[in-house]
């Protein structure tokens, strides 16, 4: 299986859906850039006009400058049309784990600034249980992050401090941690969320629920899968 080819095909994929005039949302990921560069090939060969990105991440900044992709901030358009975004996890109810690469504030804030949130990922991050493959993503602010290690442990959690290669603590584009949290297979996600929403000193958390309208998974077997959110408990 070449997951490097499936994550190509869901990000392309995805860029279907983008219209010349969209405002659209830039995740951060191994499987959204391939989503940047598709949306600036089709602006280079003016297949698409007028569109401008919102970067989560200073990475995706970054990217996204060097494609040549127009910028625009979020409180000069504070809805945007479409979001494309990688997960580390995903559900059958499309409820995701995110967070992976520490962009999981800036995510989630533009997530439910979007319209219609499209996820792209390999088949791999397909779930039975939130959890059950993917630790959550914590980030804590810097002060006092040790009560928070203790609360999330209280929760049932193993809590590992995340760090970057030279054996220092990551720190996210704000200058927080992340706690990486191992609670096993979820059976309550909402749950877990509405406890971890409650804690002083949790800034967010990377459980997206409810947020996705749309996951494009790339298969080995059969192509790009389009899955959709249920609507009023009806079929995708």
Do not use: Y
């Not at 940047?36 to 970054?62: H, K, M, N």
């Not at 991050?125 to 959550?136: H, I, M, T, Y």
């Not at 877990?192 to 459980?207: D, F, N, P, S």
């Not at 629920?209 to 079929?235: I, K, Q």
């Amino acid at each position: 299986m070449d997951i490097a080819d499936l994550k190509r095909k869901a990000g392309e994929r995805a860029v279907d859906f983008v219209s010349s005039g969209m405002v659209v949302g830039l995740g951060h990921g191994s499987t959204t850039i391939f989503a940047l560069r598709r949306i600036a090939a089709l602006l280079e060969a003016g297949e698409l006009e007028d569109v401008s990105g919102i970067p989560t991440s200073s990475q995706v900044e970054s990217d996204a400058r060097e494609l040549g992709i127009p910028l625009t901030s979020l409180n000069d358009h504070p809805e945007i049309d479409i979001t494309i975004d990688g997960a580390d996890e995903v559900d059958g109810d499309l409820n995701l784990i995110k967070g992976g690469g520490g962009a999981l504030l800036r995510e989630k804030i533009v997530a439910q600034a979007t319209r219609r949130e499209i996820i792209v990922v390999d088949e791999t991050k397909l779930s039975a249980s939130l959890g059950a493959q993917w630790p959550v993503p914590v980030e804590v602010a810097t002060f006092g992050w040790r009560s928070q290690e203790a609360f999330l442990i209280s929760l049932g959690a193993r809590v590992t401090l995340r760090r970057v290669e030279d054996g220092s603590p990551f720190t996210t584009d704000h200058g927080n941690l992340i706690l990486d949290c191992d609670f096993g297979a979820l059976a309550s996600p909402a749950s877990l969320a509405g406890h971890l929403e409650g804690r002083a000193g949790i800034v967010e958390h990377g459980l997206f629920l409810g947020l996705a309208s749309d996951v494009m998974v790339g298969t080995e077997a059969e192509g790009v899968r389009h899955l959709r959110r249920p609507v009023d408990g009806g079929p995708r």
